[in-house]
């Protein structure tokens, strides 16, 4: 069993930056997938900010991948979401996601960015 707990999201003006947080607890040594989401106000659907796989390859998504990265530091089971020139587009609560091999998933119960004047 793993537990995600994200943090870092916080109000921020257009132009500035935050880096979100996602702690695992339990092994994911073996993860297959980590990703981070979001999900917009008004909308169900989660988008994908962008992913890292097994190699620690990272594909952001292009509305973002000039802004944002992610990076995963193994030794303290965290994934970070970098964000950079933040804009109101980008208010949303954010998710981090892990897949392991066999279809077991997890998420984090998010944490949210506002961006606003």
């Known amino acids: 069993q793993v537990q995600l707990v994200e943090s870092g999201g916080d109000l921020v003006q257009p132009g500035g930056s935050l880096r979100l947080s996602c702690v695992a607890s339990?092994?994911?040594?073996?993860?297959?997938?980590m990703g981070w989401y979001r999900q917009v106000p008004h909308k169900q659907q989660r988008e994908l900010v962008g992913s890292m796989g097994r190699s620690h390859n990272v594909i952001m998504d292009r509305s973002v991948k000039d802004r944002f990265t992610i990076s995963l530091d193994d030794a303290k089971n965290t994934m970070y979401l970098e964000m950079r020139d933040l804009q109101p587009e980008d208010t949303a609560v954010y998710y981090c996601?892990?897949?392991?091999?066999?279809?077991?998933?997890?998420w984090g119960q998010g944490t949210q960015v506002i961006v606003s004047a």
């Open positions: 339990g092994s994911i040594f073996d993860f297959i997938f």
């Open positions: 996601n892990v897949r392991f091999r066999g279809g077991k998933g997890y």
